[in-house]
């Protein structure tokens, strides 16, 4: 990973891993969606790698970051779910979406309701 100088840096600092990919860092939750907004995005991410430590250390502060997502109007998927604890956990956020790699989501996402 190195840390680059992107012209268009939104204030956040940059760094490049491999020839493709370039990722942001982030100060906060705050400016993390702060940039969400000044991007126009309509969905952010969040990882099992972010909710678990974050929830282990604050606990509700999961759920509070999907909350504070939704009120600006953003959309929440979440990733990975490699097992039913996961699903169940990030179902308890509240998230709008539960990426999973192997087929769990089938049985255990809710039953889509008939018009």
Same mark, same amino acid.
């Given at each position: 990973? +190195? ?5 268009? %840096?939104?204030?956040? +600092? *940059? ?19 702060? +940039?969400?907004?000044? +991007? #126009?995005? @309509?969905?952010?991410?969040? &990882?099992? =790698? ?10 509700? %502060? ?16 979440? =990733? !990975?779910? @490699? %097992? &039913?604890?996961? *699903?169940?956990?990030?179902? %308890?956020?509240?998230? =709008? ?9 089938? #049985?255990?996402? !809710?039953?889509?309701?008939? #018009?």
């Amino acid at each position: 990973m +190195t840390i680059i100088d992107k012209k268009i %840096s939104l204030g956040l +600092t *940059w760094a490049e891993i491999g020839p493709v990919y370039r990722l942001p860092g982030y100060a906060s939750v705050q400016q993390f969606l702060g +940039t969400g907004l000044a +991007t #126009r995005v @309509r969905i952010v991410g969040g &990882e099992l =790698d972010f909710f678990g430590p974050a929830e282990q250390m604050q606990p509700g %502060s999961g759920a509070a970051f999907v909350a504070a997502a939704h009120s600006l109007g953003l959309r929440v998927f979440a =990733d !990975p779910v @490699r %097992s &039913e604890n996961d *699903w169940n956990f990030f179902a %308890s956020l509240g998230v =709008d979406a539960i990426y999973s790699d192997i087929p769990l989501g089938a #049985r255990l996402q !809710p039953v889509i309701p008939e #018009r």
